[in-house]
């Protein structure tokens, strides 16, 4: 599991964390997920709702079949004054076992924030677990992601914007640098996909917040369009954001067409990724015929990496670059108090995370 070059798939299986297949041992509790939805800027509970805990050796685990693993919840700031009062746990695969270190949180609290995530596992059954090993400090599960599955059962898949069926109409689709999104301002350039499942949820990201609202459509089948709104002029960049969910269909095979209705120079159409209800196998048909033009960031051979489960990109560096410059002027005034009053001061853990994701790594999956 190195974080050097690798592959990981476009398509995911998602399982909300009350989903029956999540084996919870220990004191959790059922929560409110929506208080969390508006802290950060990585999109909102999913489903609404999570599962805590405050004890130690608690666990969560679910059995796979798949190559990759993610695991989400909410990652809450540093506990003050001291870094010792923060949350810890272990990610465990196949009975090995990582400590993870919620190096990327530091005094800025995330929702949808990647607790544990492994890939370029060998195909077959694995277990993947999570033992809270401290106490006190209250851990979040949101949700559990696993790739490559070919469930026969009804599933909600996650299908990443890179996936080799997805069908962009032109090469306006251009990837916004440092975020896992692909966009387009101009009007009428669409994208479309055959799937089989009863609803889709369409997810896209803002990079550039100062820009005018505008719309688009999106259309099943040979229905009517529906439009929706792009919103604009935000505080902020927004990611992995919910843009439209459609209706209930009938359980078969459909196809979406999404379409930008807006302006040259508004907000763009973007797509980070979006889940199908009630799919099985993979959730793709693949009688898409080839793309009319693919676009350049596709053809650059980015590889498929979980839109949703992944954070970072422009505004993780400039949250990593603060949480870093706060955390070595912490060091120093701690080292300088101790010196004065003759005590031990703090001694940084120099223990290496691989199934956790730190900001240095959440880099190296954007590229």
């Not at 989903?19 to 220990?26: E, V």
């Not at 209250?138 to 299908?159: H, I, L, M």
């Not at 914007?161 to 090469?171: F, G």
């Not at 051979?301 to 400039?318: A, D, M, R």
Request: aromatic share 10%; hydrophobic share 35%; proline share 5%.
């Amino acid at each position: 599991m190195s974080f050097g070059s690798y592959t990981t798939p476009s398509r995911w299986v998602v399982l909300d964390d009350s989903d029956a297949r999540l084996q919870y041992t220990g004191r959790w509790s059922d929560i409110d997920g929506q208080p969390f939805d508006d802290i950060g800027n990585f999109g909102p509970t999913y489903r609404g709702r999570m599962h805590a805990t405050t004890a130690a050796d608690a666990t969560v685990s679910l059995r796979f079949n798949g190559t990759a693993v993610s695991l989400q919840g909410f990652a809450d700031a540093m506990g003050a004054p001291s870094f010792i009062e923060r949350v810890k746990w272990e990610c465990i695969l196949d009975g090995t076992a990582e400590e993870g270190i919620n190096t990327n949180t530091g005094l800025v609290p995330l929702n949808n924030y990647v607790l544990c995530f492994y890939r370029d596992l060998s195909p077959g059954e694995h277990t993947f677990s999570v033992r809270i090993t401290s106490s006190g400090q209250r851990f979040y599960v949101d949700r559990v992601s696993y790739g490559a599955s070919t469930s026969t059962t009804p599933e909600t898949v996650q299908v990443d914007y890179t996936d080799p069926e997805l069908q962009y109409s032109d090469v306006s689709w251009e990837r916004f640098a440092g975020y896992r999104v692909l966009q387009t301002d101009q009007p009428q350039s669409s994208v479309s996909l055959d799937f089989t499942g009863t609803a889709v949820v369409w997810y896209g990201s803002a990079p550039e917040p100062s820009l005018s609202a505008s719309s688009a459509t999106y259309q099943i089948d040979n229905q009517d369009p529906v439009p929706f709104n792009i919103r604009g002029n935000l505080e902020t960049p927004e990611l992995f954001q919910k843009y439209f969910e459609t209706a209930d269909l009938e359980s078969g095979s459909h196809k979406l067409t999404v379409k930008y209705e807006g302006t040259i120079g508004a907000m763009p159409l973007s797509l980070s990724y979006l889940e199908i209800s009630g799919a099985t196998g993979t959730g793709i048909t693949g009688n898409s015929s080839s793309p009319v033009a693919t676009p350049t960031a596709i053809v650059e051979g980015e590889t498929g990496t979980p839109v949703g489960p992944i954070v970072g990109g422009v505004v993780g560096g400039i949250a990593f670059l603060t949480i870093l410059g706060l955390f070595v002027w912490y060091l120093v005034r701690r080292h300088r108090t101790a010196s004065r009053n003759h005590t031990p001061g703090i001694v940084a853990s120099s223990r290496k995370s691989v199934s956790s994701v730190s900001s240095d790594d959440s880099e190296k999956y954007l590229k």
